[in-house]
């Protein structure tokens, strides 16, 4: 039988209730046991601590009996093949994976997870590596600089990747500074990319964004101004 809570009956002889009890408490203990750690109906000391679904994303996504708000660690989360960790919690029947963390780290994370800003030389082409960071500034010194394809993970193991990179640039104290693009980007508004800004100090931010097919979609926010 189920547990029951009407078991045993209140008429119930009390020397025939025993059986009632035992059946009752073993359904009990079969329950919490699928999320807590009753090992088994002879173990003594068992302290039920909530214990926690560790399996791959796949598995996790088919699993039926964890209910809203059961969490799991998905060991297979980290974007290119890495050993980050995913911490994910299921709501409305479903399974959410946010951001996925290193598994040997407290609470320090990398440079790219942050997007702590990453400077890189005023040189052109200008290189930088995507497995660095998502964010990145350079100030321009040349009268023109090539803004060179990334290099990186997301690059060089092919198409079907996705992600968000930002290049702040900051003109230097002669200003003019032309910045161009190499072959892998591409603008929106009809082919037209967003010149930066070329006031002296002036700041400008690029968000490149990596399409299906390998391609880098390029936005530029010019002018960015401290708010009066």
């Given at each position: ?77 980290g974007p290119f093949a890495s050993t980050k960790r995913s911490l994910s919690f299921k709501d409305a029947g479903l399974w959410a994976h946010p951001f996925p963390v290193f598994s040997d780290e407290n609470v320090d994370r990398s440079k790219s997870e942050w997007g702590r800003y990453t400077s890189l030389a005023s040189v052109t082409p200008i290189v930088w ?100």
């Open positions: 039988m189920p547990f029951d809570i009407a078991v045993p009956d209140g008429d119930k002889a009390l020397s025939l209730v025993d059986d009632d009890h035992r059946a009752n408490a073993g359904f009990i203990q079969a329950s919490v046991n699928k999320e807590h750690d009753f090992v088994n109906a002879s173990a003594t000391n068992q302290s039920g601590r909530h214990k926690f679904k560790i399996d791959t994303i796949a598995n996790i996504e088919i699993e039926s009996e964890y209910v809203d708000g059961s969490i799991a660690i998905a060991t297979n989360a590596d995507w497995n660095d960071s998502h964010a990145f500034k350079i100030t321009l010194t040349a009268a023109s600089s090539l803004l060179q394809n990334p290099t990186g993970n997301a690059i060089t193991d092919g198409t079907d990747r996705f992600g968000t990179w930002l290049l702040e640039v900051t003109q230097d104290g002669t200003g003019g500074r032309l910045l161009t693009y190499a072959s892998k980007y591409f603008a929106g508004l009809g082919g037209n990319v967003i010149p930066i800004d070329l006031s002296i100090n002036a700041r400008s931010l690029i968000y490149c964004t990596l399409m299906a097919d390998g391609n880098i979609l390029v936005n530029v926010l010019p002018d960015v101004v401290n708010i009066p």
